[in-house]
């Protein structure tokens, strides 16, 4: 009885873990789709290498403080992890992919290409991770290819170098997530994501100087909501793959972020999906819900690989 009852509250910790994880990611990824309809709008006003120096400004000052309040000095120790340090070089390029991308791709277009991660992201845990692969998220992984090749499909010829940066960023994303579920000893979330915006900040600013141009008033408030947004959905999402039992667990709530997409998308850039976009939005989010699914569903049949 003893024996049972002890079962019984390991299964309800592991799944009080999984659903706080869950609601990190979540929130997580709703604001990165709040920092990535500001910069939509951005890009086509300043420089890229000027908005991702200042943006990680403003998300380097809050983590400061929060890790100088909890930490003190100690708290900047710089992690000696050759998996930090290989996170942090697929960290560098993202801003400069996702910035590009944002400014050749309607949002209705960039967020299905983004939303292969968590299928690729499965697809990489399998091989990196040694994490389970059955047959039918092959499927699903397949399915999720056919719906990226139907959105980009229509406008291929004037935006697939758009395409091309966000897969390019799906590669990066797809790193930095095996990266983070690979280190044995992490640091908090806020230690995890310093080092990252100082680095990023670093790399852009000779850039950003030397092709400076003078924000307004109303750019200066963009730019310093986008690093709040970003250091909102940084800390967000680290949290939650650091803290699930297992990355199919929050790794398809990425698609969350297509209902916020395909609002702001309208609200602020009068964006309509195609009939093609939604087709292959709708595949490529059944793929990623229905791998969540078949994961943590523990009666459902499985065909492992392994």
Known sequence: MIEKNQI???EKNVKDHDSFAIFMVCGGYFFYTVM?????YLVTELPIAQITTTMNAVSLAL???LIWKKYGFKGFKFPRSKLYILYLLFFIPAPFLDM???EILPLTEYYPIIFMTPLLLVFASFFILKEPLELMKIV??????LGVFIVIQGNFTE????ALYA???VMCLVGEALCLRKMKHRPS???IAFYPSLIVMLVYMPFAVSGFQPPTHFQWGLLIACGVAVFLGRIGVIIGYTYATKTDIVASYNYTQIIWGILFGYLVFEHIPSASTLIGATLIIYAGLYTTLFTIRKKRQVWPLQ
């Open 63 to 65: 983590l400061f403080g």
């Open 167 to 169: 897969m390019l960023l």
């Open 189 to 191: 979330a806020i230690k």
């Open 36 to 40: 990535e309809t500001i910069l939509k």
């Open 8 to 10: 019984t509250s390991k």
């Open 140 to 145: 699903m992984i397949l399915i999720g290819l």
């Open 159 to 162: 935006q697939w170098l758009g």
């Open 100 to 102: 590009k991308s944002l």
